[in-house]
């Protein structure tokens, strides 16, 4: 083999590599720079929805995992607080990703709260429920909603919210 076939060879393997670790590793627990970065496997085990998330809070500590259907398949880390009838969920009014497919898809996807996995539909919440909801948001994360989340972010009274509503599983047809 030549010099240029060796290298060729060398960057296709290092190429895949990374891809692979990408692909097992990501997403990240961060909301700058490359913890942005979305991945693609949710696991946990796919699961019908309790008649009430509240309790879910107390249980599972930390962010879900957040999946939507369609291609690409990328998981998101989303911080989260249960309530009776779903999940709320927030983000930055960024032009985020996984928000815009939201808008732009429509909301079915899946929610990792631990290691259950729920068949789940979102919607944006746009009228005077957004800033009660957000409030249960900030409640839960132990933050005023007139501050930011951390330097350079947005006060969350500006942030997006979303509800998230349990589909079954028959019809969410696999994650």
């Known amino acids: 083999m030549s010099k240029f076939e060796i290298a060729g060879v060398s960057v296709g393997v290092l190429i895949l590599a990374v891809l692979f670790g990408w692909i097992f590793t990501a997403p990240y627990l961060s909301n700058q720079g490359l913890g942005r970065m979305p991945?693609?496997?949710?696991?946990?085990?796919?699961?019908?929805?309790?008649?009430d998330f509240t309790s879910l809070n107390e249980t599972v500590q930390g962010p879900l995992l957040m999946k939507q259907s369609g291609f690409p398949p990328f998981v998101h880390y989303l911080s989260w607080v249960g309530t009776p009838e779903g999940v709320i969920t927030a983000t930055r009014p960024?032009?985020?990703?996984?928000?815009?497919?939201?808008?732009?898809?429509?909301?079915?996807?899946f929610l990792r709260i631990g290691e259950e996995t729920y068949a789940m539909e979102a919607f944006e919440i746009l009228d005077e429920n957004r800033l009660p909801m957000m409030?249960?948001?900030a409640d839960k994360s132990g933050r005023p909603l007139d501050e930011p989340l951390?330097?350079?972010?947005e006060p969350l009274n500006e942030w997006?919210?979303?509800?998230?509503?349990?589909?079954g599983i028959t019809e969410a047809g696999g994650n």
């Open 39 to 51: 991945g693609l496997i949710i696991g946990g085990t796919l699961t019908e929805s309790p008649e």
């Open 135 to 137: 409030q249960q948001w």
């Open 94 to 109: 960024d032009g985020g990703l996984w928000a815009q497919r939201v808008r732009d898809r429509g909301g079915n996807g």
């Open 150 to 153: 951390y330097p350079g972010s």
């Open 160 to 167: 997006e919210v979303f509800f998230w509503r349990p589909r």
